[in-house]
């Protein structure tokens, strides 16, 4: 059976201007698409998701001793977070790596990982080589989505580099690489567990890999004003034969907050597809989120279309604040400490 994808899917191996207004069509209506065209093959997806599988296989008693820390660094174990603490009381059953303080130069964190990835060269070069190809293709992203909303030049910088020259690779940013894991355990009530809370990200931009037959995601649909699944998307074969499958890209609250709104930062949720239940299949999803750099600052975006928008998101703000702030207040909310 295959689900209907209610997402466009955009090939964006090319930037033009027909790309950039595809691009931006979706990311001003649905928030969520999909972006083929990427450059990573099935293969080289393939190796990141059986790294993350194999370090998940670890001891609990390990793992933890990598436990989260309040910059949002480290293992986040099963129940330690709760993306939506109105709706669901209970942590999610789930478990994550982060993977913060990134340098993308290097593809190297400044901070601690499980000394794990340093036992074989080999992780540790996955690593790093996947976090430097996902800051490419997000400032590829971001790229045109500047055309797209026509950011005007200046002296300093180019329209179309605004975003760009807000990411620099080698400033502190709180971009994020995390690898998740979501048992497939089939004592659960599909009806009543959601494995992560309806939340909207935090970021710039959210690139995400998932594999077939371990859906669950879903978004509520500025459209349709309705859950609807992201499903998987398998590659097209008859572009390339060895191409990975279409990236899932959504706009994070930064990016709606620095544009008014006009970019759509959409709520989202991880269900228990209910064959869950039958199969008690797992599910592991392999996620960047990109940020500015610590000290940018979210004034409203130079461009026409978001000045046409009134008291809305930077265009309402009496101060501006920075995206550290901005992300600071989100992560307090989502992991329960107090300032
Ligand atoms: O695992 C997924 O598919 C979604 C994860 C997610 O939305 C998040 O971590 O922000
Ligand atoms: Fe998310």
Request: no cysteine.
């Amino acid at each position: 059976m295959t689900t209907e994808n209610p997402l466009k899917i955009v090939d964006i191996s090319e930037i033009n201007q027909s790309t950039a207004e595809e691009l931006y069509d979706a990311a001003t209506s649905q928030g969520f698409l999909f972006v083929e065209g990427h450059g990573f093959s099935q293969d080289e997806i393939d190796t990141v998701f059986k790294l993350s599988k194999q370090f998940f296989e670890l001891d609990s008693s390990y793992k933890t001793k990598y436990a989260i820390d309040s910059s949002n660094h480290g293992y986040a174990d099963f129940g330690g977070e709760n993306l939506d603490p109105k709706g669901q009381k209970k942590g999610e059953p789930k478990e994550a790596l982060n993977i913060t303080d990134l340098n993308f130069l290097t593809g190297k964190s400044s901070k601690e990982i499980p000394d794990w990835f340093y036992e074989d060269p080999e992780r540790e070069r996955i690593i790093s080589d996947i976090v430097g190809r996902f800051y490419e293709l997000s400032i590829k992203i971001l790229k045109l989505l500047a055309i797209g909303l026509k950011i005007d030049d200046s002296d300093e910088v180019k329209g179309e580099d605004w975003f760009q020259s807000r990411h620099s690779p080698s400033k502190v940013s709180g971009s994020t690489l995390r690898f998740l894991h979501y048992p497939g355990q089939k004592s659960l009530n599909p009806e009543t567990v959601i494995r992560a809370g309806a939340h909207t990200d935090y970021g710039s931009v959210t690139l995400l890999f998932q594999q077939e037959n371990q859906e669950g995601l879903e978004i509520y649909s500025p459209i349709s004003k309705q859950w609807e699944p992201v499903p998987f998307v398998g590659a097209d074969k008859s572009k390339s034969t060895t191409a990975g499958p279409p990236l899932v890209v959504n706009i994070g609250d930064i990016l709606s907050y620095w544009t008014a709104g006009v970019l759509k930062s959409t709520i989202h949720r991880v269900k228990f597809p209910a064959k869950v239940q039958i199969t008690g299949q797992d599910r592991y999803s392999i996620v960047f989120f990109s940020q500015p750099n610590d000290e940018a600052l979210l004034e409203p975006v130079p461009s026409a279309a978001v000045k046409s928008i009134q008291n809305r998101g930077a265009n309402n703000a009496v101060t501006h604040i920075t995206a550290k702030q901005h992300l600071d207040n989100r992560l307090a909310a989502t992991y329960g400490w107090t300032k």
